[in-house]
């Protein structure tokens, strides 16, 4: 059975310049004591040795009273909790549970709260904007930025999502004089918020739930009896065609021919994300190593390292923007990641345009686009396809674990691949050769 008295420390540390020293309830349980500050605070002297205050004193009779409450608030929670629980506990463990029940609304769990404070924590940027959008559409589904999170059931999570597909979205015209667009929202954006939610309502469950002694806070499992709408992912793929199309379009602004080239280059690499093009600082040896920041978070402790081959059409590329070091002139001109993301990605929204390629080209597209042609054209397997994007395979865990990487396997699909585009293009030259002969 634990056991609690207040005491003081008053070695230097403790003391503050006033002379004070803050009273601690120390918890002794299963040989050993935990420490838990109070609000209040007295001179050495004048507390006794039995945990009370001495009744010389000004404010003995008000504090013995405070801490006399405090103390049994704390054996109340241990009762609560009982015996056949807290003998099993460490005295640390104890004490998180004990904090836990004694602060003020203790049965109440503010889901909002809770969330916000899981994104200022959450390292990767894209992780936590995802969750500050989800919680933000949930907080104005329901009217209020205080929930309970014994309010989130079933039934709210079909409302909710009731409530996202009925939303209109409204599409800005960027034509002057042209009337705004309005659309529903789609089923891939409701997935992407219910998804948000689940996440935040399961760290709430891992926070506030032991299941080691039985404490159980948040009960509920109200994402099991929902379905939420399934995200079928876009094609982003271009044909060979548009490929060499954007290859060899020559533009007015030198942003647009940069955004052109910037696509090219994330193509050669095999469909590079973008956030690790603009992190890469140097080659080795005519290759270019990396670790893919998609799976680099805390959590994820397999990290997957990429080398790909710098073949002719890349290093022409790579000469060109590279002035004393490494992709140089990015770096120069661009701040951060995501203003060059955005500078990139609008320019090529004005190359689908003035290509007339009909879609809103991304620097997505490059990816989606260099996986299509390796599999159905350059005939490369998918697992293949799969390890050149830098996917973690979890099938094949174990086996990854006798076999070493041979990133041969990247160099003959990408070199298939851009073979294809070097065959296209010689194609299209010889029959242009053709057309200016029989003229």
């Known amino acids: 059975m634990a056991t609690f008295k207040a005491i003081i420390f008053t070695g230097g540390k403790h003391i503050k310049q006033d002379g004070t020293t803050n009273i601690k309830i120390r918890i002794y349980h299963n040989g050993s ?14 507390m006794g040795d039995d945990g009370t205050i001495v009744s010389s004193s000004e404010s003995s009779d008000i504090l013995n009273y405070e801490l006399g409450q405090l103390i049994q608030r704390f054996r109340g929670i241990c009762i609560k909790l009982g015996t056949s629980r807290t003998a099993k506990m460490s005295c640390k463990e104890l004490k998180e549970e004990i904090e836990k ?28 904007e995802w969750y500050e959008s989800s919680l933000n559409a949930l907080i104005n589904f329901l009217g209020t930025e205080r929930i309970d999170v014994k309010d989130i059931k079933n039934r709210t999570l079909e409302e909710f999502m009731v409530y996202l597909m009925g939303r209109k979205i409204i599409i800005k015209s960027k034509i002057k004089g042209s009337p705004d667009q309005t659309r529903l929202m789609e089923p891939g954006t409701i997935n992407n918020y219910l ?3 689940r996440s935040l309502y399961n760290k709430a469950k891992k926070e506030y739930n032991n299941e080691d002694y039985d404490i159980i806070k948040i009960p509920n499992n109200p994402f099991s009896k929902i379905t939420i709408p399934e995200y079928v992912r876009k094609r982003k793929n271009l044909s060979i065609d548009d490929i060499l199309k954007i290859r060899d379009a020559k533009f007015d602004r030198e942003r647009t021919n940069m955004a052109r080239d910037v696509f090219m280059m994330l193509f050669y690499m095999m469909g590079i994300n973008m956030n690790d093009f603009f992190s890469i600082v140097q080659e080795s040896y ?38 004393g070091t490494f992709l140089s002139y990015f770096r120069m001109r661009y701040s951060d990641y995501n203003n060059f993301l ?19 080209l991304s620097t997505n597209w490059a990816r989606h686009s260099w996986a299509s042609i390796a599999r159905n054209r350059a005939c490369v397997a998918k697992a293949d396809v799969d390890f050149c994007l830098g996917h973690v395979n979890n099938d094949y865990k174990m086996a990854d674990i006798y076999i070493d990487i041979d990133y041969g396997v990247c160099d003959r699909a ?21 057309i200016y002969l029989h003229l």
């Not at 270019?288 to 959590?299: D, M, Q």
Request: aromatic share 8%; proline share 5%; net charge positive.
């Open 195 to 197: 998804r948000g939610i």
């Open 101 to 128: 029940y004694a602060t003020p609304d203790s049965e109440y769990i503010d889901f909002v709260a809770f969330s916000k404070a899981i994104i200022s924590k959450t390292v990767k940027r894209k992780t936590a």
């Open 414 to 434: 990408n070199r298939a691949v851009l073979d294809l585009l070097k065959k296209a293009s010689e194609k299209k030259e010889a029959k242009k050769e053709a």
């Open 286 to 323: 005519g290759r270019i190593v990396y670790e893919r920041s998609k799976v680099t978070t805390i959590e994820n402790k397999r990290r997957l390292t990429l080398s790909i081959k710098i073949e002719p059409e890349l290093r022409n590329l790579i000469d060109k923007y590279s002035n």
């Open 33 to 46: 004591p935990q420490y838990v500050p109070t609000q209040y605070y007295v001179k050495p002297d004048e």
């Open 342 to 360: 955005k500078a990139v990605n609008k320019e090529l929204k004005e190359i689908s345009k003035e290509l007339n390629l009909g879609v809103p």
